[in-house]
C-alpha cells in the first residue's frame, strides 16, 4: 500500500492545475487517469469542437459573401481529414504539455488506469493500491445513452469527432448546446441535418425567446427539426441507414431516414465507477456527488470537483472549483462555490452568452423585475457587419439596482457578456455600466442605451 498526502483521481480542468500545485507546494501526490490526460474539455470538449466551429465559420463566410458585396466563386467544400487533423495537432501539443510536466515533477506519481476505491480512503488502479489523507475526484462525466437505440450505431458528441467524411444526412436527437453546437457545424460543412428533440422548445432551460429566436436562425440556414417527438427510437434500415421513429405532436412523417445518428441528450456522472459505496461519501439520485459549499464530501478529507459533483457542469465552473480548493488551502482564503455567479455560452453562430439567472427564474424568486433589451437589428455594428439575428438583455432588481441576470445572443455575444458579468462580481448597480462610455463603433456601447430603457416585467 503506498502513501502519498493526496490522491487526484481524473485530470481534467480541475483536476491537472490542482496536482501541479500541491506538487509545488512539497505534497507528494499520485495522480490518476484512465483515459486520456486532460480530460473531457480538451480531448472531446471545448478545444475540439470550437476548432471545428471556426472551420464551420470559414465555410459560412465562403458561400455568403454576395450579400456584403464579395462575389466568391463556388466550389467551396469541408475537408473532413483536414479538420479533423487541425483538431487533433491542437489537442496532442495541449496533452504533451502535460505529459512533459508531469514527467519532470518528482512530487507526482502518475497511474495510467482505472480508480476504484478498496477501503475509506484506500484506492487500487490495476495491481497498484494506495492510500492518503486527502482525495480529490474529478472523475467527469460521459453521454448518456436513451433505451430505444441498442440496436443502431450512433455517434456521441465524443466519437462524431473522429468522422473523415461529412455525413450526406446527420440526425441529431436532442435540441440542446451540444445537438444545436453540431448540427450547424455538420450543416455548414455540407451535410442535410435533422435535429429530433421532445420538447415543444430548444433548450429548456432558457427563456422562450431565446429558444424561438435560435429556432429561427437555424431554420434559416436550412436545418430542419422534428420538435415535441415522443416514443423516439432507432433502427438500422436495410441500405445501411439509420430510421428514427418519431410521434409528433406537431405532426409530419412517423420516421426520419439517413445516414449517421448524433445522440445528443446529455450527460451522465462517470461515479458509479468508483465503488463509493466503500468510502460512505454520498451521491444523489442522479450520481451526483454531494459536497459542500467548499467541495467537501461528508467524508472529511475526500473532495469532488467538476462535472461529477454537479455544481456547474462547464470548464469554467470545474477550473473554479480548482481554484476554491487551492486557494483555501494554500493561501488562507475562504472561498466558496456559493460566491460564484452562472455564466456559459452556447458556441453557435450567432453565439449566446448568459450571465445569472433567466427571466423566468427571476420571477419564480419573487423579484420586482426589470428588463432592458436591444434587438440586434438596432446595433449599427451588427448591421455593418450583415450579423442582425439575435437580442440582447438584462434584468434587473427594482429594489436593490443590481443586475441579476443578461443574455447577449447576437455576434459577440459569448465574450460580450463578460461586461455585464464584470459588474454583477463587483456587485455594482446597473447604473454604473449604463454611465459608462464604451468604444464606437462596437456592439457593446449599446448596453448603456439598453439600460436606458426599462420596463417591468410580471
Same mark, same amino acid.
Given at each position: 500500500?503506498?502513501?502519498?498526502?493526496a490522491i487526484i483521481i481524473g485530470s481534467g480542468q480541475a483536476g491537472t492545475p490542482l496536482v501541479f500545485k500541491m506538487a509545488a507546494q512539497g505534497k507528494k501526490?499520485?495522480?490518476? #487517469?484512465?483515459? /486520456?490526460?486532460?480530460?473531457?474539455?480538451?480531448?472531446?470538449?471545448?478545444?475540439? &469542437?470550437? &476548432?471545428?466551429?471556426?472551420?464551420?465559420?470559414?465555410?459560412? %463566410?465562403?458561400?455568403?459573401? #454576395?450579400?456584403?458585396?464579395?462575389?466568391?466563386?463556388?466550389?467551396?467544400?469541408?475537408?473532413?481529414?483536414?479538420?479533423?487533423?487541425?483538431?487533433?495537432?491542437?489537442?496532442?501539443? !495541449?496533452? %504533451?504539455?502535460?505529459?512533459?510536466?508531469?514527467?519532470?515533477? @518528482?512530487?507526482?506519481?502518475?497511474?495510467?488506469? @482505472?480508480?476504484?476505491?478498496?477501503?475509506?480512503?484506500?484506492?487500487?488502479?490495476? @495491481?497498484?493500491?494506495?492510500?492518503? #489523507?486527502?482525495?480529490?475526484?474529478?472523475?467527469?462525466?460521459?453521454?448518456?445513452?436513451?433505451?430505444?437505440?441498442?440496436?443502431?450505431?450512433?455517434?456521441?458528441?465524443? +466519437? =462524431?469527432?473522429?468522422?473523415?467524411?461529412?455525413?450526406? /444526412?446527420?440526425?441529431?436527437?436532442?435540441? !440542446?448546446?451540444?445537438?444545436?453546437?453540431?448540427?450547424?457545424?455538420?450543416?455548414?460543412?455540407?451535410?442535410?441535418?435533422?435535429?429530433?428533440?421532445?420538447?415543444?422548445?430548444?433548450?429548456?432551460?432558457?427563456?422562450?425567446?431565446?429558444?424561438?429566436?435560435?429556432?429561427?436562425?437555424?431554420?434559416? #440556414?436550412?436545418?430542419?427539426?422534428?420538435?415535441?417527438?415522443?416514443?423516439?427510437?432507432?433502427?438500422?434500415?436495410?441500405?445501411?441507414?439509420? +430510421?428514427?421513429?418519431?410521434?409528433?405532436?406537431?405532426?409530419?412523417?412517423?420516421?426520419?431516414?439517413?445516414? /449517421?445518428?448524433?445522440?445528443?441528450?446529455?450527460?451522465?456522472?462517470?461515479?458509479?465507477?468508483?465503488?463509493?459505496?466503500?468510502?460512505?461519501?454520498?451521491? %444523489? %439520485?442522479?450520481?451526483? =456527488?454531494?459536497?459542500?459549499?467548499?467541495?467537501?464530501?461528508?467524508?472529511?478529507?475526500?473532495?469532488?470537483?467538476?462535472?461529477? $459533483?454537479?455544481?456547474?457542469?462547464?470548464? /469554467?465552473?470545474?477550473?473554479?472549483?480548482? @481554484?476554491?480548493?487551492?486557494? $483555501?488551502?494554500?493561501?488562507?482564503?475562504?472561498?466558496?462555490?456559493?460566491?460564484?455567479?452562472?455564466?456559459?455560452?452556447?458556441?453557435?453562430?450567432?453565439?449566446?452568452?448568459?450571465?445569472?439567472?433567466?427571466?423566468?427564474?427571476?420571477?419564480?424568486?419573487?423579484? $420586482?423585475?426589470?428588463?432592458?433589451?436591444?434587438?440586434?437589428?438596432?446595433?449599427?455594428?451588427?448591421?455593418?457587419?450583415?450579423?442582425?439575428?439575435?437580442?440582447? +438583455?438584462?434584468?434587473?432588481?427594482?429594489? &436593490?439596482?443590481?443586475?441579476?441576470?443578461?443574455?447577449?445572443?447576437?455576434?459577440?455575444?459569448?465574450? =460580450?457578456?463578460?461586461?455585464?458579468? $464584470?459588474?454583477?462580481?463587483?456587485?455594482?448597480?446597473?447604473?454604473? =455600466?449604463?454611465?459608462?462610455?464604451?468604444?464606437?463603433?462596437?456592439? +457593446?456601447?449599446?448596453?448603456?442605451?439598453?439600460?436606458?430603457?426599462?420596463?417591468?416585467?410580471?
Open positions: 500500500m503506498q502513501e502519498f498526502d501526490v499520485a495522480f490518476i #487517469e484512465k483515459q /486520456h490526460l486532460g480530460g473531457t474539455c480538451l480531448n472531446v470538449g471545448c478545444t475540439p &469542437t470550437k &476548432t471545428y466551429v471556426a472551420s464551420a465559420r470559414r465555410m459560412w %463566410d465562403a458561400t455568403n459573401g #454576395e450579400a456584403l458585396g464579395v462575389m466568391i466563386p463556388k466550389g467551396a467544400y469541408a475537408d473532413m481529414k483536414q479538420i479533423k487533423a487541425r483538431k487533433d495537432s491542437l489537442i496532442k501539443k !495541449s496533452v %504533451d504539455g502535460i505529459a512533459g510536466g508531469l514527467e519532470k515533477n @518528482e512530487n507526482i506519481t502518475y497511474f495510467k488506469g @482505472e480508480a476504484t476505491f478498496i477501503g475509506p480512503k484506500q484506492l487500487a488502479v490495476g @495491481e497498484a493500491e494506495m492510500t492518503a #489523507e486527502q482525495i480529490f475526484i474529478n472523475v467527469g462525466g460521459r453521454p448518456f445513452v436513451p433505451e430505444g437505440f441498442e440496436g443502431v450505431s450512433y455517434l456521441t458528441n465524443e +466519437s =462524431i469527432l473522429e468522422l473523415e467524411e461529412v455525413p450526406e /444526412h446527420l440526425i441529431i436527437v436532442g435540441g !440542446s448546446y451540444i445537438g444545436l453546437e453540431f448540427g450547424q457545424m455538420f450543416k455548414r460543412f455540407g451535410s442535410r441535418v435533422t435535429i429530433v428533440e421532445k420538447g415543444d422548445t430548444l433548450i429548456k432551460r432558457e427563456d422562450q425567446e431565446v429558444s424561438d429566436t435560435i429556432l429561427q436562425f437555424f431554420k434559416d #440556414e436550412g436545418i430542419e427539426f422534428r420538435l415535441q417527438a415522443t416514443c423516439i427510437s432507432g433502427e438500422k434500415e436495410a441500405d445501411g441507414g439509420i +430510421s428514427i421513429q418519431v410521434d409528433c405532436k406537431l405532426g409530419g412523417p412517423p420516421k426520419v431516414s439517413g445516414t /449517421h445518428l448524433l445522440l445528443a441528450v446529455g450527460r451522465k456522472p462517470n461515479t458509479n465507477q468508483l465503488n463509493l459505496d466503500k468510502t460512505g461519501v454520498l451521491v %444523489d %439520485d442522479h450520481g451526483y =456527488i454531494e459536497v459542500d459549499d467548499y467541495l467537501q464530501t461528508n467524508v472529511p478529507g475526500i473532495f469532488a470537483l467538476g462535472d461529477c $459533483n454537479g455544481k456547474g457542469a462547464f470548464t /469554467h465552473t470545474a477550473y473554479n472549483d480548482y @481554484e476554491i480548493v487551492a486557494e $483555501n488551502m494554500f493561501a488562507g482564503k475562504d472561498r466558496k462555490v456559493s460566491d460564484r455567479i452562472l455564466t456559459y455560452g452556447l458556441f453557435t453562430d450567432p453565439p449566446l452568452g448568459r450571465a445569472g439567472i433567466t427571466r423566468k427564474e427571476a420571477l419564480s424568486k419573487g423579484i $420586482n423585475l426589470l428588463e432592458a433589451k436591444r434587438e440586434m437589428s438596432r446595433i449599427s455594428r451588427a448591421k455593418e457587419k450583415g450579423e442582425t439575428n439575435g437580442f440582447m +438583455s438584462a434584468l434587473i432588481d427594482a429594489d &436593490t439596482k443590481k443586475i441579476v441576470g443578461a443574455c447577449v445572443l447576437g455576434v459577440g455575444g459569448d465574450e =460580450i457578456i463578460g461586461s455585464i458579468l $464584470n459588474v454583477m462580481y463587483a456587485d455594482a448597480a446597473y447604473t454604473v =455600466i449604463r454611465d459608462s462610455v464604451q468604444v464606437h463603433p462596437t456592439v +457593446s456601447e449599446l448596453i448603456p442605451t439598453m439600460l436606458e430603457s426599462l420596463k417591468e416585467v410580471s
